[in-house]
């Protein structure tokens, strides 16, 4: 296994980096994923210990009290976390992706104010794009802000925060139209807001509930929640960037770190599900011999790893693209659509490898079975990402005729 997945030119600092929170999976919470899981419950323990490690600032510049690394290093952190429990992997993502969204686009005030104590992990973050009734469609977000004053009035409903109840920082995409006229474009109407509330459920600051959490059939322990807005005032300094009309833009590069995020997650599940799936062949014995020895088991390992490996090389690939400061969305909408489908193939065919045992709340692969489809919808479907491919092929290949 240690053949697999590996990434060449990474500095001893990365290396080191890495090493210690695969080390931190494969102890603290490989151990206690799955019992967890089963009872939904949120990881408090294991997001202390990440807390220790300064994993929540882990992208965050050093002058704000982070450690500054590029985020091919985060992606393959998340990349043994997922490997661990994904569920812990999507705590950590959103914290980023606010976090990377002030850094690139916060004015100075909004760093100095919130990127040490996010460093720190004393604020989590959580961003909220999704709407009830919206999918994919970000351009029809209907919730808004109207100004009044020095400060904005937000109303409207929000769905599919990761960390909805957990965070204390949302930031949140919404129309506003002041200051821009009718027949706008509406990607050129919506702003980000930054929202501090408390963390937990209910009416956690005047005009704004999180009512509890969404059911899932997998993916838990983390909260997903909605957020509803209510006469919800909120100062006109937490406007992210300090300007009205650029949340879509703003929230489009936060997504390219998460569509990276969660390429990595689909490489970290699969990896651990070929793990699962080669161990349980050389342990299980039918017709006289270990399933291994079987030529169709082989062929389904085969097919397994070479998956794995494929998968990372792309999410790698995103990644330095990334931090080369070119634009990735080519290169990350690719690895989120190849990992996360390769890893529900994986991930199914070690299902299929462990038999009835599969089926079997006993056994860990019940558990990831449940996680990869969450990989097919996070970030984007796979049909927007084959969206944004071809429109970015078509650009790259333009006919000239």
């Excluded at 999918?135 to 808004?144: M, N, Q, R, W």
């Excluded at 821009?180 to 937990?200: C, D, I, Q, R």
């Amino acid at each position: 296994m240690a053949r697999l997945a590996q990434t060449a030119g990474l500095t001893d600092v990365q290396q080191e980096i890495i090493s210690t929170v695969r080390d931190f999976v494969d102890k603290e919470i490989i151990p206690v994923a799955t019992e967890l899981e089963h009872r939904d419950e949120y990881p408090q323990q294991i997001v202390d210990g990440l807390k220790e490690l300064g994993l929540f600032g882990l992208m965050i510049p050093e002058e704000y009290g982070g450690l500054g690394e590029s985020l091919l290093t985060y992606a393959l952190c998340v990349e043994e976390i997922a490997r661990g429990w994904m569920s812990v992997s999507g705590i950590i993502n959103t914290h980023f992706i606010v976090a990377y969204m002030l850094k690139q686009h916060g004015t100075q005030e909004q760093k100095d104010h919130f990127l040490p104590r996010m460093a720190a992990g004393d604020i989590r973050g959580a961003f909220s794009m999704s709407e009830p009734g919206l999918g994919s469609d970000v351009s029809a977000i209907t919730s808004k802000a109207v100004k009044d004053g020095d400060e904005y009035v937000l109303s409207g409903q929000k769905m599919w925060l990761t960390n909805g109840g957990t965070s204390s920082l949302v930031a949140v995409l919404v129309r506003s139209d002041e200051g821009h006229p009718e027949g706008t474009a509406p990607h050129k109407s919506m702003t980000t807001f930054l929202v501090e509330k408390e963390p937990g459920f209910g009416e956690v600051r005047p005009g704004l509930t999180i009512p509890g959490k969404i059911e899932k059939m997998g993916y838990k322990g983390v909260d997903t929640t909605e957020l509803i807005m209510d006469g919800l005032r909120v100062p006109a300094d937490r406007v992210l960037g300090g300007v009205t009309g650029r949340g879509f833009y703003q929230m489009m590069d936060g997504v390219e770190v998460g569509r990276v995020n969660v390429a990595a997650r689909g490489c970290g599940v699969a990896q651990r599900a070929f793990e699962l799936g080669v161990q349980y062949a050389q342990q299980r014995h039918t017709f006289g011999k270990p399933i291994a020895q079987h030529q169709a088991i082989q062929f389904k390992l085969a097919e397994m790893a070479t998956k794995v490996e494929a998968a990372h090389a792309m999410m790698v690939n995103a990644a330095r693209k990334k931090d080369s400061g070119q634009r990735n969305d080519l290169e990350a909408g690719m690895a989120k659509y190849l990992a996360s489908e390769y890893c529900k193939e994986v991930v199914e065919d070690a299902f299929r490898i462990h038999g009835g045992y599969g089926f079997s709340k006993e056994y860990e692969i019940e558990r990831l079975y449940r996680e990869a489809p969450m990989l097919l919808i996070g970030e984007g479907t796979a049909e927007i990402q084959k969206m944004i491919i071809g429109r970015r092929l078509l650009e790259e290949y333009r006919f000239q005729g």
